[in-house]
Nanobody, 126 residues
Framework: VQLQASGGGLVQAGGSLRLSCAAS????????MGWFRQAPGKEREFVVC????????YYADSVKGRFTISRDNTKNTVFLQMNNLKFEDTAVYYC????????????????????WGQGTQVTVSS
């Protein structure tokens, strides 16, 4: 599967952005999807993930209550609504696809995702 992330930009603290990740292929619903982010000089970190059907989600504590992930399997797209953005949310955001079925644990590590989009820059000014 090929992934194309979009929707990043420059926003003031407290503002909102909506990221999209469009997937190619006809098997989008076979993948759990995740969003990660990477700030300059830091490792790529988990933000949120969503199961194949959209019925399960898991958020990093740093974004819980502010970010919302959703997906539309009819449009092969996953979304990340980001509200009340903070300066520390500044990073390149990547969407990723995990082909393995979920068990009790949700996929929160980089190595669990096989496919990655190119990233979209989110810059929050303080």
């Amino acid at each position: 599967v090929q992934l194309q992330a979009s929707g990043g930009g420059l926003v003031q603290a407290g503002g909102s952005l909506r990221l999209s990740c469009a997937a190619s292929g006809r098997t989008f619903s076979s993948y759990g999807m995740g969003w990660f982010r990477q700030a300059p000089g830091k490792e790529r970190e988990f933000v949120v993930c969503i199961s194949r059907s959209g019925g399960r989600t898991y958020y990093a504590d740093s974004v819980k209550g502010r970010f919302t992930i959703s997906r539309d399997n009819t449009k092969n797209t996953v979304f990340l609504q980001m509200n009340n953005l903070k300066f520390e949310d500044t990073a390149v955001y990547y969407c990723a696809a995990d082909p393995d079925p979920w068990g009790w644990e949700t996929p929160k590590s980089v190595r669990e995702y096989d496919y990655w989009g190119q990233g979209t820059q989110v810059t929050v000014s303080s």
